[in-house]
């Protein structure tokens, strides 16, 4: 059993995969709670369902269809192609598909939060004179913010384990794309590879309970307050 | 103040439709609960938008659905005090006081914290968490903040319906006192007739949606003494006491008033209900009520299945109340000279 150089850099892009996606994902989590909770719009289920959409799709249909969007023939690679940036087979591709597939879970934590708001507090804002961005940014915002550490750590928890949408849009390149759970298909499918399989399964699992972990402190701070 | 309102609201079942011109600076809004006050304030307020009408307040129109006028809450400079304090929980004392008078445009900020600090009681708890507070002292916070926003309208809906009685009566001082010292007129909405009377000079009465009559709280009270289970509560000012044989002797009237009730041995305000008074054709020459008052008979007036009786004594005002049978067995007519019997126990101190 050995660890190549590309198993470490499996473990690296992970997390740096799940980093990133989490923090590109919490504005627009944010608003598309917001949107969902203090909205007035027609389509406003629409929205919700388009919403939750990832949670109940098999991984491997949204990262066919991200792989029709932003492939190098899709619409929106066609024109990310005429800026100069491809999405396609890089990390970043990695990112988009955990975007996606974990974006209801983010969605949904920060939405109970803010439903949880008393809405007198909201009133009371209001006519003390704060504009709707500033109700947002000053009384919404501070009282949401356990539901967003803990959609936050539920988020970074399935980004780290995102497989299916994962190899169709970005692929299994050692050292460049291939992600823990890709790595670990990978082992797992060679004759040789099941000692490192295993190593690499227990690192996945460490770094998920840690997460878990602080996402029931978060929890469990917030029942207490 | 002056307020000019011509509203309809459908909402589900219930129906709410005010027209209505009021002026003075201590207004009071009165009705059972499901009358609709409550929604008017939203309406006021601009938290919930009228199907029709408009609001006009000091000359300055908020709605006018013709016109397509809908100020947004924010820039109506309306200041509400819940039942609920709805304090910001993330917020400190002293933030959240501040919260709306970092938000008032600065031509129009003319009250400072410390001042209000100052007359609320609050400055030792300024730097205290909402959740750490009392009921009372919550209260006066979520009262100090909205006077801090230096609004051209308080409004107060059932501000003390949440606090248990001793703790209502002391806050009703504070309320006067903020209205009065930093001259911010007030839309006081409860559902108690005694509240009205201490905290306004005109009532518009709501019931189911709509607008019954807008009347003085004296009035109102009279009208509504036969339906009150506490009838008519007599609010009598008193000089500073003495002590008596157990009992508290307080000046009133040019006389004096025996109480047991000896929380308070100060001068202040003393309630009386006007079920407790019995009424005496002749002195009763052995009587165990410790109060025997010489009265004459002003007026009677009609309180539902009661009478009332407006008692003249020695120039103050008393309010008894009695079964219509009563008045006629004991021929009361205005002018009658009557006596007024009264245990120590029946006061109570505010």
Redesign the interface.
């Given at each position: 059993m050995t660890i190549a150089p590309t198993d470490i850099q499996a473990m690296q892009l992970s997390v740096k995969v799940g980093a990133v996606a989490t923090l590109a994902a919490l504005p627009l989590g944010f608003y598309a709670a917001w949107l969902l909770v203090f909205g007035r719009f027609r389509g406003k289920l629409l929205l919700e369902l388009l919403f939750n959409l990832p949670l109940i799709l098999p991984p491997v249909v949204v990262g066919y269809l991200l792989l029709l969007l932003v492939g190098v023939e899709g619409p929106l690679g066609r024109l990310l192609g005429m800026a100069g940036i491809r999405i396609i087979f890089t990390w970043k591709a990695a990112v988009l598909a955990s975007l996606v597939v974990g974006f209801p879970l983010l969605v949904r934590s920060i939405r109970l939060a803010m439903e949880g708001i008393?809405p007198?507090?909201l009133?009371?804002?209001?006519?003390?004179?704060?504009?709707p961005l500033?109700l947002t940014l000053?009384?919404i915002l501070?009282?949401s913010?356990r539901g967003i550490l803990a959609g936050s750590s539920l988020f970074f928890a399935r980004s780290l384990g995102e497989f299916g949408a994962t190899i169709i849009v970005a692929g299994s390149i050692p050292g460049v794309t291939q992600t823990l759970p890709l790595a670990i298909y990978d082992y797992a499918s060679s004759p040789d590879g099941e000692g490192t399989a295993l190593l690499l399964c227990l690192v996945s699992v460490v770094l998920s309970v840690a997460v878990l972990l602080l996402h029931e402190t978060v929890l469990q701070r917030g029942k207490a307050a | 103040m002056e307020l000019e309102l011509q509203l309809r609201k459908r909402q589900g079942a219930f129906s709410l439709t005010v027209d209505l011109t009021v002026s003075g600076e201590r207004l009071g809004l009165f009705g059972p609960s499901g009358s609709g006050k409550s929604s008017l304030a939203?309406l006021l307020?601009?938290?919930s938008r009228p199907d029709d009408g408009r609001i006009i307040l000091d000359g300055r129109t908020l709605f006018d659905a013709e016109k397509r006028i809908d100020l947004?809450?924010?820039r109506?400079?309306?200041?509400?005090v819940?039942q609920?304090h709805?304090l910001?929980?993330?917020l400190n004392v002293r933030q959240n006081l501040l919260?709306?008078h970092r938000?008032?445009p600065a031509a129009q900020r003319r009250i400072e914290l410390e001042e209000v600090a100052d007359v609320l009681g609050l400055t030792p708890l300024l730097a205290q968490q909402p959740a750490k507070l009392s009921g009372g002292e919550r209260q006066r916070v979520a009262l100090g903040?909205?006077v801090l926003?230096s609004p051209r309208l308080l409004i107060m809906d059932e501000p003390l319906s949440a606090l248990d009685d001793d703790l209502r009566h002391r806050i009703i001082p504070y309320l006067r006192l903020v209205s009065e010292r930093f001259t911010i007129p007030f839309l006081f909405i409860s559902h108690s007739l005694l509240e009205m009377r201490l905290m306004t000079e005109r009532v518009a009465v709501l019931e189911k949606g709509e607008l019954r009559a807008v009347v003085s709280p004296e009035e109102l009270a009279r009208q509504r003494m036969g339906q009150q289970p506490a009838g008519y509560i007599n609010l009598l000012q008193v000089g500073p006491p003495r002590q008596t044989q157990g009992l508290l002797a307080f000046p009133w009237a040019g006389g004096e008033l025996l109480l047991s009730d000896a929380t308070l041995p100060e001068a202040g305000t003393v309630e009386l209900s006007s079920k407790e008074i019995i009424l005496c054709r002749r002195h009763p020459e052995a009587i165990s009520a410790r109060n025997l008052l010489p009265c004459t008979v002003r007026h009677l007036f009609d309180a539902g299945r009661k009478t009332g009786v407006e008692l003249d004594c020695n120039g103050a005002t008393l309010i008894a109340e009695i079964v219509p049978d009563a008045a006629h067995e004991l021929a009361i007519t205005p002018g009658s000279t009557i006596w007024a019997a009264i245990k120590a126990s029946a006061f109570r101190r505010l």
């Amino acid at each position: 059993m050995t660890i190549a150089p590309t198993d470490i850099q499996a473990m690296q892009l992970s997390v740096k995969v799940g980093a990133v996606a989490t923090l590109a994902a919490l504005p627009l989590g944010f608003y598309a709670a917001w949107l969902l909770v203090f909205g007035r719009f027609r389509g406003k289920l629409l929205l919700e369902l388009l919403f939750n959409l990832p949670l109940i799709l098999p991984p491997v249909v949204v990262g066919y269809l991200l792989l029709l969007l932003v492939g190098v023939e899709g619409p929106l690679g066609r024109l990310l192609g005429m800026a100069g940036i491809r999405i396609i087979f890089t990390w970043k591709a990695a990112v988009l598909a955990s975007l996606v597939v974990g974006f209801p879970l983010l969605v949904r934590s920060i939405r109970l939060a803010m439903e949880g708001i008393d809405p007198q507090l909201l009133q009371a804002g209001r006519s003390l004179g704060a504009g709707p961005l500033d109700l947002t940014l000053t009384v919404i915002l501070p009282l949401s913010r356990r539901g967003i550490l803990a959609g936050s750590s539920l988020f970074f928890a399935r980004s780290l384990g995102e497989f299916g949408a994962t190899i169709i849009v970005a692929g299994s390149i050692p050292g460049v794309t291939q992600t823990l759970p890709l790595a670990i298909y990978d082992y797992a499918s060679s004759p040789d590879g099941e000692g490192t399989a295993l190593l690499l399964c227990l690192v996945s699992v460490v770094l998920s309970v840690a997460v878990l972990l602080l996402h029931e402190t978060v929890l469990q701070r917030g029942k207490a307050a | 103040m002056e307020l000019e309102l011509q509203l309809r609201k459908r909402q589900g079942a219930f129906s709410l439709t005010v027209d209505l011109t009021v002026s003075g600076e201590r207004l009071g809004l009165f009705g059972p609960s499901g009358s609709g006050k409550s929604s008017l304030a939203g309406l006021l307020a601009g938290l919930s938008r009228p199907d029709d009408g408009r609001i006009i307040l000091d000359g300055r129109t908020l709605f006018d659905a013709e016109k397509r006028i809908d100020l947004p809450p924010e820039r109506r400079r309306i200041a509400l005090v819940f039942q609920q304090h709805a304090l910001f929980p993330h917020l400190n004392v002293r933030q959240n006081l501040l919260y709306g008078h970092r938000r008032c445009p600065a031509a129009q900020r003319r009250i400072e914290l410390e001042e209000v600090a100052d007359v609320l009681g609050l400055t030792p708890l300024l730097a205290q968490q909402p959740a750490k507070l009392s009921g009372g002292e919550r209260q006066r916070v979520a009262l100090g903040r909205a006077v801090l926003a230096s609004p051209r309208l308080l409004i107060m809906d059932e501000p003390l319906s949440a606090l248990d009685d001793d703790l209502r009566h002391r806050i009703i001082p504070y309320l006067r006192l903020v209205s009065e010292r930093f001259t911010i007129p007030f839309l006081f909405i409860s559902h108690s007739l005694l509240e009205m009377r201490l905290m306004t000079e005109r009532v518009a009465v709501l019931e189911k949606g709509e607008l019954r009559a807008v009347v003085s709280p004296e009035e109102l009270a009279r009208q509504r003494m036969g339906q009150q289970p506490a009838g008519y509560i007599n609010l009598l000012q008193v000089g500073p006491p003495r002590q008596t044989q157990g009992l508290l002797a307080f000046p009133w009237a040019g006389g004096e008033l025996l109480l047991s009730d000896a929380t308070l041995p100060e001068a202040g305000t003393v309630e009386l209900s006007s079920k407790e008074i019995i009424l005496c054709r002749r002195h009763p020459e052995a009587i165990s009520a410790r109060n025997l008052l010489p009265c004459t008979v002003r007026h009677l007036f009609d309180a539902g299945r009661k009478t009332g009786v407006e008692l003249d004594c020695n120039g103050a005002t008393l309010i008894a109340e009695i079964v219509p049978d009563a008045a006629h067995e004991l021929a009361i007519t205005p002018g009658s000279t009557i006596w007024a019997a009264i245990k120590a126990s029946a006061f109570r101190r505010l």
